[in-house]
């Protein structure tokens, strides 16, 4: 059946798939020659003088501290300076590009449930001092070309982020940005709408409320929450719930308290102004200039601590935890094992060793735990997952997720088991697909610098701003690559300690995750308790009284702001963006007649070819290939199929030159030869089983190569879709798999509404 599905989605006649292919129009123009691709391999460097762009003597740079400059991942440079007057802290990295990025970002620490961080980043939008209105900020971002504003808490820090087109604007909205995380009006008002009140029927809500109330029962923040609270002992900020815990929210939590709160944290001293595009520094300074004089003027602030400066409580001995969550069914359950790892302060880069560690464990299907875990005639789970805390003491953690609630006990046993042999020797560690996996994540940090610059970069600082002690320090956060290459040449020792040191040496934190309907029911039958003697407790007149509170809160809020504050803020011209080179060729070729004129000999080439074709021409050290092929001709019967077909396609055995080749060594030298490969029904990228994306009559697979693997990456294509070899033993592994991973999809909402509006909008 497989095979008739295959044929039916790749039959290669003109027409039926088409082939995109993103990449320097070098690579296509010579076809094979040997690419002219841009490797910035600068060599390493750091300044400890002023840098070139210092600006002369009558601007504002005096105000600044320069602290030092680097290059991230040898391309971007980044500048650090401290105003001497207010403490407030800028960095910039001057990412290419139309678009620039800001982001604010706090140390933030808690020690509490009370969700003060989260509160007081919800409460930041309501108004400032100068600009007292809700949602005037996303209004005159707007103005300043962004698509509105954003921010998020996490549990050792809170960022503000803005993206516009061009610098003019953002240079416009920083300083009412900035006035808005300074200075926020903070009111009793906002208070009750945005973070908690009882309606007139006696329910509670808020907007953090009803935020934390989709959360805080679910599978994974409940097994989460109990691992870090056994992982990180009292008096530890690490095991809050920055976001509030429900019952804080409606006992505890109080506009006084996240008034105080912001006092004790929102302070220039602790403000890092982290900017990624093309800006001049000293535009910076004078945006910055209002609000450092507004700043000064406010007197003096008291002295400041830097957070999360207290050494964490030692994890004494291992913790196993069973956690029950509330489910409509008993399935499948969630495993997560964790230890403490290296520090973020003192060993940047051993931390960056064990996330090369787990990932050689966990990488692809024949990877040590997923060979014996998921791609198994009776798996114990449909996937494993890793990751750390980069906390000042780190927790490393594996998740075992879509376990069968019957072996829900046997996860922990076969792990340490796993670990331990890897430990003794007794199973080996093929240090060629250790290395393999070390060029891989190499790569990946090239990719991800063109794919998500803003983001890979700012994400690096902020490491820096809540851990980094020295110059050094950010200078290693913002050159992983170079960790990387000395790891190429570490032996198998190194490895083998590390297994020891962390895994099998240190206590380790076990939380087995198991769905319960009970629970789900106790917590619906304690709510409608709750609710109901709370009705009581009020009466009709306490209710009234809540009702005219929330009205006059919500009629206070809702004041719109004046017309000629949000035109005070100009509209910027486009004359500033500095667009991304990029040019399109493809074929049929009647629709591009200057195509001939710019490329004479690319029409030759493309009309040659036999199927639909299109190159995308820009400036990347990669290639992208998909391949999109129409399924609108597979029976309907045969679709639901579909998912499963695109699961087995990368890791299936394949003809190649009359024998077969085990899948084994299909996804081996897959791993090998690519950055990124995925299979998607529909064409978006990292879509979730059972769902699909736009165009879902198409399905697509994609393969990412580095430029010297151009030709590779076409062989692989064409292997994929025609050489394709299906086992009963892969596809019956591929479905339990997938029958495993139904759980966890059937306790996510949106997933399950979004399913139920699709059966009613195209039922037969």
């Known amino acids: 059946m497989f095979l008739r599905l295959l044929m039916q989605l790749a039959v290669a006649a003109t027409g039926v798939y088409e082939l995109v292919l993103r990449a320097p129009f070098s690579m296509w123009s010579a076809v094979m020659a040997a690419p002219h691709y841009n490797n910035n391999n600068n060599h390493h460097h ?47 990295a001057s990412v290419e590009g139309p678009l620039v990025s800001g982001y604010f970002t706090l140390a933030t620490e808690a020690h509490d449930d009370d969700g003060l961080p989260h509160t007081l980043e919800h409460l930041v939008f309501l108004g400032s001092e100068d600009y007292p209105y809700k949602g005037v900020l996303d209004l005159l971002a707007n103005r300043c070309l962004a698509s509105g504003t954003n921010a998020w808490t996490d549990t050792d820090h809170t960022a503000y982020t803005i993206q516009t087109a061009g610098s003019e604007g953002f240079l416009n909205l920083l300083p009412i ?74 006992e505890s939590t109080t506009n006084e308290k996240i ?46 601590t830097r957070p999360w400066q207290s050494s964490v409580p030692p994890l004494v001995s291992s913790v196993d935890e069973l956690v029950q969550y509330p489910s409509d069914t008993e399935d499948t359950g969630l495993v997560i094992v964790a230890w403490r790892g290296p520090s973020s302060v003192y060993q940047i880069n051993e931390l960056l060793s064990m996330g090369v560690l787990m990932e050689y464990l966990t990488h692809s299907s024949v990877s040590p735990l997923p060979s014996i875990f998921v791609e198994v005639d009776d798996p114990l789970s449909s996937s494993v997952q890793h990751s750390c805390y980069e906390n000042s003491d780190s927790a490393c953690y594996f998740e075992f997720s879509g376990v069968p ?14 670990l331990k042999r890897l430990s003794t020797g007794k199973t080996d560690i093929n240090m060629q697909t250790m290395k393999d996996i070390i060029s891989n994540l190499m790569l990946r940090q090239d990719s991800r610098m063109e794919t998500s610059p803003h983001d890979t970069v700012a994400d690096h600082i902020i490491g820096d701003i809540l851990y980094g002690q020295t110059c050094q320090d950010m200078d290693t956060r913002l050159n992983k690559k170079r960790w990387l290459e000395h790891l190429l040449h570490e032996p198998y020792k190194y490895w083998i300690n590390l297994i020891h040191k962390y895994f099998i040496e240190g206590p380790s934190v076990v939380v087995r995750g198991v769905p319960s309907i009970a629970e789900a029911t106790r917590l619906e039958e304690e709510e409608k308790k709750r609710v109901e003697a709370r009705k009581l407790e009020l009466g009709e007149e306490g209710l009234k009284v809540w009702k005219e509170r929330i009205e006059k809160a ?13 035109e005070s803020v100009p509209v910027p011209g486009v004359e500033s963006i500095n667009f991304h080179h990029l040019r399109a060729y493809s074929n049929p070729l009647e629709n591009q007649p200057s195509l001939k004129q710019a490329e004479p000999n690319l029409p030759t080439h493309l009309s040659q070819l036999p199927i639909k074709f299109q190159l995308d021409d820009l400036h990347s050290n990669f290639v992208e290939i998909i391949a999109v092929l129409d399924t609108s001709t597979v029976p309907a019967e045969l679709r639901p199929y579909l998912t499963l077909l695109l699961d087995l396609l990368f890791e299936s055995p394949i003809l190649r030159e009359g024998s077969i080749i085990p899948y084994e060594d299909i996804v081996r030298e897959l791993s090998a030869d690519t950055l990124f490969r995925d299979s998607t029904l529909g064409l978006s990228l990292n879509i979730r089983q059972f769902s699909c994306g736009s165009y879902c009559t198409n399905a697509a697979l994609i393969l990412k190569v580095e430029m010297p693997k151009y030709e590779r990456g076409v062989q692989w ?13 892969r596809v019956k592994v591929k479905a339990t798999k997938l029958i495993n991973s139904i759980g966890e999809n059937k306790r996510n909402g949106p997933k399950v509404l979004q399913l139920m509006f699709h059966d009613v909008v195209f039922r037969n």
């Open 259 to 304: 008034r105080n709160y912001h006092k004790a944290f929102y302070r220039p001293e602790n403000l890092h102004v982290i900017i990624t595009g093309q800006v001049e520094l000293e535009k910076v300074f004078a945006a910055l200039e209002p609000m450092e004089k507004k700043i000064l003027s406010k007197g003096n602030r008291g002295p400041f």
């Open 554 to 566: 919500k009629e206070t809020n809702e004041t719109p702001p004046p017309a000629e504050m949000l």
């Open 405 to 418: 609630h019957q072996k829900i006990n046997d996860v922990k046993p076969l792990l340490m088991d796993t």
């Open 717 to 729: 294509m064409h292997e994929i879709l025609f050489k394709s070899q299906f086992s009963a033993h």
């Open 46 to 92: 750091h300044h400890h003088h002023q840098p070139n762009n210092q600006p002369n003597n009558a601007s504002l740079a005096h105000n600044y501290e320069f602290i030092c400059e680097f290059l991230a991942n040898s391309e971007v440079p980044v500048v650090k300076y401290r105003s001497k007057r207010t403490g407030l802290h800028v960095v910039l």
């Open 177 to 250: 940005y900035l006035d808005h995380l300074l200075y926020p009006t903070l009111t009793d008002s906002g208070f009750i709408t945005e973070v908690y009140h009882i309606t007139g029927e006696g329910e509670d809500a808020g907007v953090v409320y009803s935020e934390m109330q989709a959360r805080e029962n679910s599978d994974s923040d409940r097994c989460y929450r109990a691992m870090l609270r056994a992982m990180y002992p009292e008096p530890s900020g690490y095991r809050s719930e920055t976001g509030g815990i429900l019952k804080n929210l409606r």
